[in-house]
DNA sequence: CGAATCACCTGATCGC
DNA sequence: TGCGATCAGGTGATTC
């Protein structure tokens, strides 16, 4: 099966998956950590932190996700191949680092393979360095506009793709919704961002939320065990225009998709359609 | 300071 | 068939 990396539409599908499993009378009992060696280094306090403590909502900031207590948060990051789960007994696989146990004998589990991803316990009114430097949510329309963009490209000689996968810019893009996004408005990744004009900005802002949402309705590009009910799994991929199809032919002018490197990712575009 | 590059990590894929 | 090389990329550290 396709999976590709999370970013915000593939992290909101889990969100929503997560909340509709836990409810909002899910209790923790216990939590196992079974590596700590992740990205970084998981805080031990997290295996009895939250013991007896309710789930009181699931949120979500950014690529990470909020389990809310009253006693705290714990913030989960995916990273590239984190997955949350349920596993009940027998269910256990390589590279499960962490189970939530709940009171009501179910079990979350967190695996990642590659170990890219973190864990983290946040307590009431702090607020995790990490998430402090984070840029505005792309949907949330009063944050994210063209003029906050015009204000962070100004005098940046950057990359636009580089620029907008920054997570201190704007959050939750990553390298396939960039390309996607850049490609819908019609700029090339590689456009210096200073350069941008209005117009320019305008539509970058809009197709960056567009494409965003789409994704989320389409339930993510597929990655998640979570699935929407009667679904089988996010789909959106099949809606990628020009992620990994360097050498495949534009869908709007027919013109050979380009490949290269921008901001040391792998990246593709169309010559014709972005400028 | 901004921009570019590297390191981290495992699984899938490719070439010989 | 086997095996080493290569690639994938979110994020934070390092280098230029």
């Given at each position: 099966?396709?999976?590709?990396?999370?970013?915000?539409p593939?992290?909101?599908?889990?969100?929503?998956?997560?909340?509709?499993?836990?409810?909002?009378?899910?209790?923790?009992?216990?939590?196992?950590?079974?590596?700590?060696?992740?990205?970084?280094?998981?805080?031990?306090?997290?295996?009895?932190?939250?013991?007896?403590?309710?789930?009181?909502?699931?949120?979500?900031?950014?690529?990470?996700?909020?389990?809310?207590?009253?006693?705290?948060?714990?913030?989960?990051?995916?990273?590239m191949?984190?997955?949350?789960?349920?596993?009940?007994?027998?269910?256990?696989?390589?590279h499960?680092?962490?189970y939530?146990?709940?009171?009501?004998?179910?079990?979350?589990?967190?695996?990642d393979?590659?170990r890219?991803?973190?864990?983290?316990?946040?307590?009431?009114?702090?607020?995790?360095p990490?998430?402090?430097?984070?840029?505005?949510?792309?949907?949330?329309?009063?944050?994210?506009?063209?003029?906050?963009?015009?204000?962070?490209?100004?005098?940046?000689?950057?990359?636009?793709?580089?620029?907008?996968?920054?997570?201190?810019?704007?959050?939750?893009?990553?390298?396939?919704?960039?390309?996607?996004?850049?490609?819908?408005?019609?700029?090339?990744?590689?456009?210096?961002?200073?350069?941008?004009?209005?117009?320019?900005?305008?539509?970058?802002?809009?197709?960056?939320?567009?494409?965003?949402?789409?994704?989320?309705?389409?339930?993510?590009?597929t990655?998640?065990?979570?699935?929407?009910?009667?679904?089988?799994?996010?789909?959106?991929?099949?809606?990628?225009?020009?992620?990994?199809?360097?050498?495949?032919?534009?869908?709007?002018?027919a013109?050979?998709?380009?490949?290269?490197?921008?901001?040391g990712?792998?990246?593709?575009?169309?010559?014709?359609?972005?400028?």
């Amino acid at each position: 099966m396709m999976r590709t990396v999370p970013e915000l539409p593939e992290v909101e599908t889990v969100r929503r998956g997560l909340q509709h499993l836990l409810g909002t009378s899910s209790v923790i009992a216990r939590i196992e950590l079974l590596r700590r060696d992740l990205r970084r280094r998981l805080p031990a306090a997290l295996a009895t932190h939250f013991t007896g403590q309710p789930i009181t909502a699931l949120g979500r900031r950014a690529k990470y996700l909020l389990f809310e207590t009253p006693v705290g948060t714990l913030v989960s990051h995916l990273g590239m191949t984190g997955t949350w789960r349920l596993a009940q007994p027998g269910a256990e696989r390589e590279h499960d680092h962490c189970y939530v146990h709940l009171r009501d004998g179910r079990r979350l589990a967190y695996r990642d393979p590659r170990r890219f991803g973190m864990l983290e316990l946040q307590l009431p009114g702090a607020v995790l360095p990490v998430l402090k430097l984070l840029g505005p949510e792309p949907l949330v329309v009063e944050d994210f506009h063209a003029t906050y963009l015009h204000g962070r490209t100004r005098g940046r000689a950057v990359a636009l793709k580089t620029l907008i996968m920054d997570q201190r810019v704007v959050v939750g893009v990553g390298n396939i919704y960039a390309q996607e996004a850049l490609f819908r408005a019609g700029l090339k990744p590689a456009r210096k961002a200073r350069t941008l004009r209005r117009a320019e900005l305008e539509r970058l802002v809009a197709e960056i939320r567009t494409v965003l949402t789409e994704a989320i309705a389409a339930g993510g590009s597929t990655i998640s065990d979570f699935r929407q009910a009667g679904g089988d799994g996010g789909y959106f991929q099949h809606n990628f225009q020009v992620y990994d199809r360097a050498g495949q032919s534009c869908a709007v002018c027919a013109t050979i998709l380009r490949g290269g490197v921008v901001g040391g990712r792998g990246t593709s575009w169309c010559p014709s359609c972005q400028r």
